[in-house]
């Protein structure tokens, strides 16, 4: 059966879909006006979607005494957002451009965050959508930390006449919306360690170093920890699970990973294909895009069948604004390997308390998965 036209469209085209969220005051505006610029320059076409939150307010729409009850306001705001997105990626598809970002001034999942985990859920299960669909539906997400939250003599809610919160209320938001994108794979939290315009201009380099753009580069490091209390790490820190199963596909080139993932939980899942070619030891450009099931299912016929499939549990989880991934896997009882990726190869990391880091091995390839797929390593 030929497949619809808007299906061939869209696999020549590179749409990648970008969220910028945060907490109160984080600077969204002003970072999303300057990524639209920078990547305009880059000879991108740029798409936004504003805020639908605040568009429903500012409209004479809200919740409380006087208005709507909450599961109606919140439900409202998540069907107007899902519309907003389907309009955006069929004009994307239509538009004779090659390279598209749509911008998301906060996604789907934000909702979350601000209706409460039980009453999403509840909102989900009443227009009949899965939350890991919804939030892998997007590439990328960036969060950018309320000023409430270490910079906290430039909190204002001036520029916002939707938003009404304290300091202390923004850092609770702040923390609910980094709890209710946990679980995305490519989830980047921006502090406020520097001054502002240093803080967009690393949201610019983490951006740029996810759409591959030249002279940037993604910056691993790994390392064996032993296996903490995995119930622990899920109370304490809201570590979301996520089950993987990746299959490395055949590749001409030595310095080049082909690989293909299934990613989800609860026969929910995503698709992704990822290649990556590695610059040096610590440094690599990567760049992944989702797939059908139906893609992934005809990649699985070029599997590289000299090597295992790798199966692991993924515990993502953000301790002191550095998102972390802990990959499980089932031929470890006592070890697992700590993920995180940084912008600078000399950026400090601190690490939880709960984890008993062995020993980093970002340089030592018999750790990486590439490897395990052949040999399991003898630990010590």
């Not at 970072?31 to 305009?40: D, G, N, V, Y």
């Not at 610059?279 to 000299?306: C, G, H, P, Q, W």
Request: charged share 30%.
């Amino acid at each position: 059966m030929h497949e619809p036209d808007s299906i061939d469209i869209e696999n020549k085209k590179n749409i990648a879909k970008i969220v910028i969220t945060g907490g109160p005051c984080a600077g969204k505006s002003t970072a999303i006006s300057r990524i639209e610029e920078k990547l305009s320059q880059k000879g991108y076409k740029v798409l936004v979607i504003n805020e639908t939150a605040t568009e429903i307010i500012t409209g004479g729409i809200f919740w409380g005494e006087k208005g709507l009850n909450s599961f109606d306001f919140h439900s409202l705001i998540l069907k107007l957002q899902i519309k907003k997105e389907e309009i955006f990626a069929d004009a994307a598809l239509k538009m004779p451009c090659e390279n598209i970002v749509i911008l998301y001034d906060r996604g789907a999942i934000d909702v979350k965050a601000y209706s409460g985990k039980e009453r999403f859920t509840r909102i989900l299960d009443s227009l009949a959508l899965s939350e890991i669909s919804l939030r892998d539906s997007y590439d990328a997400v960036f969060h950018l930390k309320t000023a409430a939250a270490g910079a906290e003599e430039f909190y204002t809610l001036e520029n916002n006449v939707a938003r009404s919160e304290t300091p202390q209320e923004a850092r609770e938001i702040d923390l609910a919306t980094i709890n209710a994108w946990t679980g995305h794979s490519n989830l980047r939290i921006i502090d406020n360690s520097t001054d502002f315009n240093l803080k967009i201009n690393r949201l610019l380099v983490e951006i740029f170093c996810f759409l591959g753009l030249p002279a940037t580069i993604e910056i691993e490091r790994e390392y064996l920890t032993k296996m903490p209390d995995i119930e622990q790490l899920i109370k304490r820190y809201n570590a979301e699970k996520i089950n993987i199963i990746q299959t490395y596909l055949i590749s001409a080139d030595k310095d080049e990973e082909k690989r293909i993932r299934q990613r989800g939980r609860e026969g929910e899942y995503s698709y992704f294909l990822t290649n990556k070619r590695i610059i040096n030891n610590i440094s690599r450009v990567e760049t992944e895009k989702r797939i059908s099931f139906e893609e992934y299912s005809d990649l699985l016929m070029t599997a590289d069948t000299s090597l295992n499939q790798i199966k692991k549990e993924r515990y993502c989880f953000v301790y002191n604004n550095i998102y972390f991934e802990l990959d499980v896997y089932p031929f470890w009882s006592d070890y697992a390997i700590l993920e995180v990726e940084l912008t600078t190869e000399n950026q400090k990391v601190d690490f939880p308390p709960f984890l008993t880091i062995l020993k980093e091995v970002t340089d030592d390839p018999i750790f990486r998965d590439y490897a395990l797929s052949r040999k399991i390593p003898d630990i010590f």
